[in-house]
């Protein structure tokens, strides 16, 4: 039985945050457990800021995260991560990505970006595992740029702190795509997995 | 194995779903017949599901031209004795108010439904209003849903409660509802099909003012039935604790936040708590039955004190000495969440929180200012931003004549246009409600002096943007009316309207051009562009802005989403452009900042185009004076 995990993920519009969400609830689905969770449509997919929530288990009943109680927080953007900070406890994982979108504001010289040495420092300090990775590199090596939430997904799962089996989530991942696009989110999900297997050894 | 879908007949099977998909598949298990709509966030998933299945069980779904004319699509169908519902968003029901307030004086035949998505924070809404209070005037019962699995089991039950008592009912979503995703077990879904019958009963169906005299106490009986009734509906439930001093009562998915709540301060044993699925009308034995047990209250609900207000009267009425907390601790501003409860919960029963947000706070403090501002912008290559460019330049040329002080003002309205706003466009400057800006620029014409230029989009515009610009050439306002017709109602999905030629279930129909009203509405000035052919489009905006009388300007480009697609299916390449970093002034910055294009990029001292993100629409190229912008 699982009793409650916790998994948020954020990230730009357009990165595909929302399918990641809705392969790991059908995989828990499939695997026997029960899963909440909630986004944010509309404003949000014009390339703001998008966020995320998959919670499992049997003694989840709201939407949301409640503050300090994120088991996972997958960030397909450094500074989206760093923003749902306060999400986060000592005992979190954080799986990051160090790719970069620049928000147009910063083109305009009406916001700054943060350095990556700034972003990881604050996530570290909040939680005790961040893991970061060139998600968007991967993605490229397994052959399209649009995998890059699959290689975080990967990720997520080389962590082994997941309740979901990893076949599970492969089969929902296969079925999902048309079968040469299957391929490669399959290769990409394989390297996002052992990416994160390395960072954390 | 077949996979699941929202119209497998697999009752007991589990489904993961969107909590929209899932009040679409309880309307399915109950055997609705006609669904009605106009899209918006955070209703739209919940028609455009039923839309996607219509045909393979034989379900009437219709996108309606306005929310009025939804709930009256519906409503008719009640009354021939057929199961209808009307979706719609929280601000929508204002629309469809004047039918709903009459509706209810005719009660039901069919069952009848009203789903309210209401938007607490205004995610995507320009207020957070609560209908509960717009139930309230109509005495129309409410259900409201604690959960995804709770929304699609009202859903089903919304009609045949409607049946049993004659009367319309309204279930209120949320956007944490409408937008939440969970398993959920699927019902039985029912195969009944009706043919619809209209009985001739004037003394029913006609309100004069005897109209509404006989039917309003057949309603008010009818009320009085179902007050009685929610006491024993499942949705309402109590939980007396031994010796609980606290007792709280929590409404719709405020209940999932009570319960994380307790169980996180480890005091389940020491409240007692009564759920409320009906918060209209109340379920007053419960609640008179939980008062007498404690010495103090707590009503957990987002948004007004609805509850509360009913709660201190049933007190008050019954002389139970109990105090009652709600607003006082918890906000009537934005959602709750398991943390706001937590902290009102943990300050009446002196419990110890269970992590210090003081803490978290103060981090959230200190990460602020590291923090980039990532607003959503206007799409790469949306037709949209021509207009405003388009709309500006010439707005400017002709305020020059009136005077250096004089600044052109700008109404605008509700899609994804609204983003507008932010710079460096800076081209929105009042948004309030659907067809709003046609209606404040004729208020403007007669107390400003100044060039008044108002846009919706298409949609919009069928929607409630005609009865404005008849009012403007009745009464002679001098305004021009742009309307961006992108050929979709882009920021809720794209969905398809009365310009698109085609239905919600996919059939095609005829294609109302918006030039043809206007000019049958009396404009003289009606002129069609297409804004990426940027000098023509500034030319015949200005020459409408100059024109004596009300001109209309219909901008007319397909949404840029929606084009990619279609190439991508007709296989046809997208071809981005560059910038010649060899012509590039870079002290320029002319893209950059009048455009706010998210696909041009300022990195390491250069300016850029993000060539994964432009799709080719060339207006940059068209505004650069050094001619370094160039199409691969």
């Given at each position: ?12 519009g357009?990165?595909g ?57 997958v ?26 979108t ?19 420092g ?27 939430n ?16 990893i ?6 991942i ?26 954390l050894? | ?19 929209n ?9 109950a ?32 996108w ?47 069952g ?15 207020n ?7 139930a ?57 099909r ?13 309100y ?20 009685k009734a ?14 609980a ?31 409320i ?11 008179k ?77 200190e ?9 959503p ?7 949209h ?40 466009l800076?081209?929105?400057?009042t ?22 230029i ?29 309307i ?123 300016t850029m ?17 050094y ?6």
């Amino acid at each position: 039985m699982v009793r409650e995990f916790n998994i948020l993920i954020t990230g730009v519009g357009g990165q595909g945050v929302i399918l990641m969400s809705e392969l790991l609830g059908k995989s828990a689905v499939k695997d026997g457990l029960r899963v909440r969770g909630s986004e944010i449509l509309g404003m949000a997919v014009r390339g703001g800021s998008v966020t995320s929530i998959i919670r499992i288990g049997d003694e989840v009943y709201g939407p949301l995260i409640p503050m300090g109680k994120c088991d996972a927080l997958v960030g397909m953007e450094p500074s989206e991560a760093l923003r749902n900070i306060t999400y986060l406890s000592k005992s979190s994982l954080v799986i990051v990505n160090i790719a970069v979108t620049l928000p147009f504001t910063v083109s305009l010289g009406k916001s700054k970006y943060p350095t990556l040495e700034e972003i990881l420092g604050k996530l570290s300090q909040a939680s005790g595992r961040v893991v970061k990775l060139d998600a968007t590199q991967l993605a490229q090596q397994a052959g399209s740029l649009l995998t890059t939430n699959i290689v975080m997904l990967g990720a997520l799962f080389g962590s082994e702190q997941l309740p979901i089996n990893i076949e599970t989530i492969k089969e929902t991942i296969q079925a999902h795509f048309p079968a040469k696009a299957a391929l490669v989110n399959i290769k990409a999900f394989d390297l996002g997995y052992q990416a994160c297997q390395q960072a954390l050894k | 194995m077949k996979e699941l879908t929202v119209t497998s007949d697999a009752p007991g099977e589990r489904l993961f779903v969107l909590g929209n998909e899932a009040i679409a598949r309880g309307a399915i298990e109950a055997g609705v017949q006609v669904a009605a709509a106009y899209p918006g966030t955070p209703s739209s998933e919940i028609l455009e599901t039923l839309a996607s299945v219509a045909k393979e069980l034989d379900i009437y779904v219709e996108w309606s031209t306005n929310e009025k004319v939804a709930f009256e699509v519906a409503l008719a169908a009640s009354i021939c004795g057929v199961r209808a519902m009307a979706s719609m968003k929280h601000v929508g029901v204002n629309v469809a108010h004047d039918s709903l307030m009459t509706a209810s004086y005719i009660g039901a035949k069919g069952g009848l439904v009203l789903l309210s998505a209401d938007d607490p924070w205004a995610w995507s809404s320009q207020n957070e209003q609560d209908n509960r209070y717009i139930a309230l005037q109509g005495y129309i019962p409410i259900l409201e849903p604690s959960s995804v699995q709770e929304a699609k089991d009202m859903m089903a039950d919304a009609f045949r409660l409607s049946e049993e008592f004659g009367h319309l009912f309204m279930v209120r979503s949320v956007t944490r509802i409408g937008h939440a995703r969970s398993d959920i077990v699927l019902g039985e879904i029912s195969k009944e099909r009706r043919k619809g019958y209209f009985k001739k009963d004037p003394s029913w169906l006609v309100y004069t003012p005897a109209g509404a005299r006989k039917n309003k106490p057949l309603m008010i009986k009818r009320f009085e039935r179902i007050k009685k009734a929610v006491n024993t509906l499942p949705y309402n439930q109590l939980r007396l604790a031994d010796k609980a001093k606290l007792g709280i009562i929590a409404c719709g998915l405020s209940y999932s936040y009570a319960l994380e709540a307790i169980k996180w301060l480890g005091i389940e044993d020491k409240v007692s708590i009564l759920k409320i699925g009906t918060p209209h009308p109340l379920p007053e034995e419960l609640v008179k039955r939980l008062l007498n047990s404690v010495g103090e209250i707590l009503v957990v609900e987002e948004l007004e004190p609805f509850v509360e207000l009913h709660v201190k009267a049933i007190a008050g009425g019954a002389n139970i000495p109990v105090k009652i907390h709600g607003k006082d601790l918890l906000s009537v501003i934005g959602e709750l969440s398991t943390r706001k409860v937590t902290e009102a919960i943990a300050k009446l029963t002196d419990s110890k929180l269970p992590v210090d947000f003081a803490a978290l706070d103060k981090l959230a403090q200190e990460v602020a200012p590291l923090l980039p501002w990532r607003p959503p912008a206007l799409c790469p290559g949306c037709p949209h931003r021509a207009s405003f460019y388009a709309i500006k330049v010439a707005a400017r040329r002709v305020a020059r004549d009136y005077g250096k002080e004089v600044e052109p003002i700008y109404p605008g309205d509700i899609g994804c246009y609204t983003l507008g706003v932010n710079p460096p466009l800076e081209a929105v400057d009042t948004c309030i409600c659907m067809g709003g800006s046609f209606g404040i620029a004729n208020g403007l014409a007669h107390v400003i002096d100044a060039p008044v230029i108002a846009h919706l989009g298409d949609s919009t515009f069928f929607h409630a943007g005609i009865p404005p610009l008849i009012d403007a050439v009745y009464n002679k306002a001098n305004i021009t009316m742009v309307i961006l017709d992108n050929s979709a109602t882009a920021m809720t999905g794209f969905q398809p309207h009365p310009g698109t030629g085609y239905t919600a279930t996919g059939d095609e129909t005829a294609q109302l051009k918006i030039e043809d009203i206007a000019r049958a509405c009396g404009v003289k000035f009606v002129e069609v562009i297409d804004p990426f052919d940027l000098k023509k489009a500034t030319e015949a905006i200005e020459k409408a802005i100059r024109f004596d009388g009300p001109a209309v300007i219909v901008s007319r480009r397909l949404c840029t989403i929606i084009e990619q697609r279609e190439k991508r299916e007709r296989k046809e390449k997208i071809i981005p452009y560059h910038i010649d970093q060899n012509k590039c002034n870079i002290k320029c910055d002319a893209c950059v900042k009048l455009l706010g294009c998210p696909a041009i990029i300022k990195r390491d001292g250069k300016t850029m185009i993000d060539s994964s993100l432009c799709p080719g629409c060339g207006i940059c190229a068209q505004i650069c004076h050094y001619k370094a912008i160039i199409q691969e």
